[in-house]
């Protein structure tokens, strides 16, 4: 082969490279995973609401709600009349004597009233509290705040879900589309590791270059198998959050949100006293459910305050019984009776017992109180921080885009140099391992900036 037509052949396999991880380069940009078909597409919309609907946590949430509200009802009952009724049927042993007397001068015996052995009787009875009215009533408002302090933690569950949701699937696109980047980079230092395999059989360049390519087509195939595996992760991840069997395959089709325009974004809300009260205004269900939880604590201790007074009921009774214990006479007949009366009891002393539950009462109340101003000062600090994690990480999507512009043009240089002979192999090497770094950085940027927002919402006590 005559020099000219080597160098020809040379040119002619460094465009056919050029070409190729170009083309790499470009299938880089497309979403991860066009390819398999078999997937099932979802968009983080879908499978918030998929998790919504079959997540296990929001169900063990949603059955201590009803718990709560079955309390509240259960309690709420004792300030109600209470109507009774029972029936019941015995039968004595027949050794039971009966009340004889013996006439003097008479050898007889003569029964004055026999043993009734077949007993019988219904009641119905009705019990109504009146001065236990202000106990219970302390009980019933405590009962009904821990209900809605158990809904508020349903809200509050729902968005936690809702933002783990997010991050797995924001996560599966991170691991997709570092997957992507990692298979078109395979594919070009597989071509460019032809290309320098030719020339060394032609003798223009050096056992070095093949070796130095080599290495790098190991250090990428080392990072595709890390890729696969990331890939793997994060699907068992969002199929256990949604409710999907974790062998299904899945392919995210939601794109992470775009940036405002020209790249701006708005400036984080300064941290400061408003700030912990605005976000109990924005209704974050975490600190409403604390503030019920505290208001039930002040209701208990009143309740407890108020078990100092005597309580006194109203009861009604009705008997229909064989015998009726309130007629000695008839014994073998069915006799009903009623009565009407106040029952009165007061606890005067209780060896402590009462100042305990007090105090109990107060001391619980007094760490509620604490631990809902810990939390809004927590939620308020978070809240800021958020902000600020989503301007940066925005910011971040920005110099991540403008490195892929760059690596991208220093890629078609270096490539187009390497056609000509002026560049060396290991610069294209060099110039393909920064692109596929910048592209790596920018998928992770693109999934931080979207995770940021999705923990901002979820900081608000949000779902959609």
Not at 396 to 406: C, N, P
Not at 410 to 423: C, I, L, M, N
């Amino acid at each position: 082969m005559t020099r000219s037509a080597a160098g020809c052949g040379r040119r002619t396999a460094a465009r056919t490279l050029n070409g190729v991880l170009l083309g790499a380069a470009l299938a880089a940009l497309v979403p991860a995973g066009l390819g398999a078909q078999a997937a099932r597409q979802l968009t983080v919309e879908e499978s918030v609401q998929m998790g919504l609907e079959h997540n296990a946590r929001l169900r063990a949430a949603r059955a201590d709600v009803d718990a709560a509200r079955a309390g509240e009802r259960q309690v709420g009952a004792a300030r109600l009349p209470a109507l009774r009724s029972q029936a019941s049927y015995g039968r004595l042993s027949s050794n039971i004597p009966g009340v004889e007397f013996t006439i003097p001068g008479y050898d007889s015996t003569f029964t004055f009233q026999g043993v009734q052995l077949d007993r019988l009787q219904t009641e119905l009875s009705l019990e109504l509290p009146l001065l236990a009215q202000l106990r219970l009533g302390h009980e019933a408002r405590a009962a009904g705040h821990d209900a809605a302090a158990a809904a508020l933690s349903l809200e509050q569950e729902r968005s936690d879900v809702a933002f783990d949701i997010r991050r797995a699937y924001w996560n599966l696109h991170r691991a997709l589309e570092h997957r992507a980047t990692v298979q078109s980079a395979l594919a070009g230092v597989d071509a460019h590791l032809q290309v320098v395999r030719e020339r060394v059989a032609e003798g223009a360049a050096l056992t070095r270059d093949l070796l130095a390519a080599e290495t790098r087509r190991s250090e990428v195939l080392l990072e595709q198998v890390e890729a696969d595996n990331a890939v793997r992760v994060g699907q068992l991840e969002l199929n256990r959050l949604i409710g999907l069997p974790l062998d299904e395959p899945l392919r995210p089709v939601s794109e992470p949100p775009a940036l405002p325009a020209h790249g701006t974004v708005p400036a984080p809300q300064p941290a400061g006293p408003g700030l912990v009260s605005s976000t109990v205004d924005d209704g974050r269900p975490r600190i409403a459910a604390l503030e019920r939880q505290v208001l039930g604590l002040r209701e208990r201790l009143d309740a407890a305050g108020a078990s100092r007074l005597p309580e006194v009921d109203f009861y009604a009774r009705w008997l229909y019984a064989k015998p009726n214990p309130y007629f000695f006479m008839e014994q073998d007949r069915f006799n009903a009776t009623w009565e009407l009366g106040l029952s009165g009891r007061w606890a005067i002393w209780e060896g402590g017992a009462r100042g305990a539950r007090q105090q109990e009462a107060r001391s619980r109340l007094e760490a509620a109180e604490a631990r809902l101003q810990d939390t809004a000062e927590q939620v308020a600090v978070e809240t800021a921080r958020l902000r600020l994690e989503v301007r940066r990480a925005a910011e971040a999507v920005g110099v991540a885009e403008q490195s892929v512009g760059v690596a991208v043009e220093s890629f078609r240089v270096v490539g187009h140099q390497f056609e000509e002979g002026t560049a060396l192999s290991a610069d294209v090497l060099d110039a393909e391992e920064a692109l596929r770094r910048a592209r790596a950085r920018r998928a992770d940027a693109l999934a931080d900036h979207a995770i940021a927002e999705a923990a901002l919402l979820n900081a608000l006590g949000r779902v959609w």
